[in-house]
């Protein structure tokens, strides 16, 4: 047993490690004490699922249904699931995003063996000690909102359960409309945001745009990472707005300004927060379909997000621009992407795109829903997103099953999966080219 | 003005000159003899566009609308397009196949010039003979059936018309319910499929394997389209077969032996023959979700078949297991394909899934409908498959423009219309290399 378990690989470590946090996290969830009224052991791991993979998707109303203690192991499950993946992200990077070639893998075996393993205790503290003290700032900002609002001890609490939530990108709210009842209240929506951008953006993102002063200095991976997120959440603004705007039930009966704050909120929030100001089923179904390519694309790697990554979207187009620009070599910022890293953006984007497609094709199966229901609350299990059209709650026995894997598979990422069911090839036959048509 | 027609690149030319056969078919089913009662404009160009892309998605009811004359417009419009295509591919894939560095660039341009062009001439006199030839055979089998039923004139007539729309993948029917009438008709069914299904696979490939004895020695390209379409196929019957066989208003209806020849004919009419003999509108949702996989991956390449190609879907998913395996190429039946081959299947992918985005986000803005229908339109459209929830005839005018763009764009390839608008970058710096984190 011991020599089996000496013998996983690291993404079976992680995957055998989430799966038997998700579990204790059931057995918390499932004791008296934690809920207001008795609920079923698959509600219960559905919610652990939810909180350790920070999706935030319910079948269950968190604030009415749960007590303190069971709202506190959630936020214990969402706490762990976005550390431990960003931890655990930190070292899966240096496994897998170099898994090609003897020489290279020797590398990187010595470079973990040697010089790197101080680098990532201090890697891990670094991001402890960032989590904490993003959090506890965040706290004490919405604790003045709060406060004075609810009585200072709600107040405070209500600021700690959302700032975690926040942070971690999970979209957990103790209240059953999330965010809604400040849709036009600037420091919430401004606050909770910045939460989410920042977990979002992936800390390495942080570190290096907080150490390096000029633009030009920065690593290709933050460059990309901040103009992306910048140009993609303005556009995403102007577009929820226009597609909104004359819309009774979402952004027409706000203010001018409340018009723009929404917007904002709900562009920034499908990467991959989960709150909503907004009533998401009330939204048009262009937006709904826009919001659900926001979701797919998720957040930054190595940060408390979900989806394929804006990294992974941002090199697939780079490539096909290149490809038409007849150039040999996949171009950012003057650099040079190598051929391994479109490789690997390209498998992830395949492999998550069956994921999806094979999560829609079985709640058709099990649920009688609208065909858009049933994509949007599968992009958004698997970008571990939390937006919801109301689906998940109504769902069958069979559908929460099918929701919770897609939930895990998409936080773990089905490239992990991949490795940790997958071998080698043993051939190393080098066999002759030949060319084929193509479209 | 010669000197700027002169100037056009391949990919100009064909777009050009595609635009303008449709322009002249709009002309002429638009004249008072082609139809029974005045159409729009719009209809025409719709109708125009429908059969010169061979898709099949129709405005107006085919049979009782038209007149002898505007069917024989239209049986012209679906032969040279699905001919046109398959002439103007060969010459596009020695052009656009091999666009990488100046070497190979000016290797084609001398094979063309030289030894390549006898060659074109003769590959495009088999072309024609061996579409003919086809063509002539199933006229014959389906006049043994449909000339009794119906009188020779009218059997030989429908005989001509569905002959030649299903060799070219075009869909088109004389009758409102397609072929709805022969479900259980075998020598239909069978004789339709095979024109079809020969037609989808590309002349290359019947060509190759009609020369070679050993599947051994046959060109990887046939050797992947042949077994890629069996397996597909196959799968596909037992998938709608399981799906369907207790849908009441679908295969439940039917014999035992009835239910799995529908469900062969439906398995392999989205990709992309667009006939149907059951009810679309009435198959489950998770079957509707099947076929619209189906119709993006399409057909052969150098086909009268659209879609991405099965070639395109099957490298894609092959550079997925090699990267999975950790093996430096990219392998298939014992022979490395080109990493420029794989970043061209990557890159019409890509342009692919945005076109069909852009396509179902604004008919979601213009159409009042569900979302699914809208999905499958689209995909559909796409694809140039034909087959329909519906929704094509209550398209709003917008609608029908948007629609009409798709299947030029689909039909002509989104590649087709990336190079007719691009320019080849000037730079030939060579950037250094720098790593991005993905996924
Ligand atoms: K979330
Ligand atoms: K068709």
Known sequence: ??????????????????????????GLLKLDFATTEPISWLDALFTSASAMTVTGLIVVDTGSVFTLFGEIVILFLIQLGGLGIMTFAVLIFLLLGKKIGLKERLLVKQALNQNALGGIVLLVKRLFFFSITVEMIAVILLSLTWGPEMGWGQGIYASIFHSISA???????????????????????????????????????????????????????????????????????????????????????????GKWQASYFQAVTPRTAGFNTLSISELEHSTLFYLITLMFIGGGSASTAGGIKLTTALII???????????EYVVAFERNIRMHLVMRALSLALLSIMVVIITVFLLNLTERAPFLDILFESVSAFGTVGLSMGLTPELSVAGKWIIIVTMLVGKLGPLTFAFAFSKPAKDVVRYPGEDVFTG
Not at 11 to 26: D, H, N, Y
Not at 199 to 210: I, P
Not at 234 to 246: A, K, Q, R, T
Not at 317 to 327: D, G, N, P, Q, W
């Open 317 to 327: 187009i780079l490539a096909t621009v290149s490809f038409l620009k007849e150039r």
């Open 167 to 257: 942070f971690n990108n999970a979209g957990f709210s103790i209240w059953g409309d999330s965010l809604s009842a400040y849709v036009q209240h600037p420091v919430i929506t401004v606050v909770i945001s910045f939460l989410f951008i920042i977990g979002g953006l992936g800390f390495t993102v942080v570190f290096d745009s907080w150490k390096t002063k000029e633009f030009h200095h920065l690593s290709l991976h933050t460059k990309i990472m901040l103009v992306g997120t910048l140009v993609l959440n303005i556009v995403s603004v102007f577009i929820i707005f226009i597609l909104e705007m004359n819309n009774p039930s979402t952004l027409g009966q706000l203010s001018d300004f």
């Open 1 to 26: 047993m011991r020599g089996s378990l000496r013998r996983l690989t690291p993404p079976q470590w992680l995957v055998s490690l989430f799966i038997i946090a998700i579990l204790i996290g059931t």
